[in-house]
């Protein structure tokens, strides 16, 4: 979990604020409960400016998925699991894998002038 608060906005502009690690486990439960109810199935995370849709992504542990970038510049896409730094450039779509299920969180960076956005991928077996 992260050290500081940490803001997922989801479709529909609904905010899921990712539980910290002291928070009650009522909070943790309620949190993945959200996830659940908004992750959606599939294989491809688009980032437009650094905006992830789906905000949620539901995939299958060591399921090959993509990240999409339709913007125009490079986007960077930091998953927190292992701290792994992934580069997508403009208009270029990349694969990646999960090897580790669990709700895992991601921020992506280096777009100028984009609010800094995070994600999810929920990752089952």
């Avoid at 992260?2 to 990712?18: D, F, N, R, S």
């Avoid at 299958?60 to 125009?72: L, R, T």
Wanted: proline share 5%.
């Amino acid at each position: 979990a992260p050290a500081t608060e940490t803001i997922i906005l989801l479709e529909g502009g609904q905010k899921l604020v990712w539980p910290l690690d002291d928070a009650p486990q009522t909070e943790g439960a309620m949190f993945l409960e959200t996830v659940k109810k908004f992750a959606q199935e599939g294989n491809t995370v688009t980032i437009t400016q650094c905006k992830p849709s789906p905000a949620i992504l539901h995939i299958k542990k060591g399921q090959e998925f993509q990240v999409k970038n339709e913007g125009d510049s490079d986007a960077i896409i930091v998953i927190w699991s292992g701290v792994r730094r992934h580069i997508v450039a403009a208009k270029e779509t990349i694969t990646l894998r999960l090897d580790l299920a669990g709700v895992i969180g991601y921020h992506c960076e280096g777009i100028p002038g984009a609010v800094y956005t995070k994600g999810i991928f929920y990752v089952t077996e």
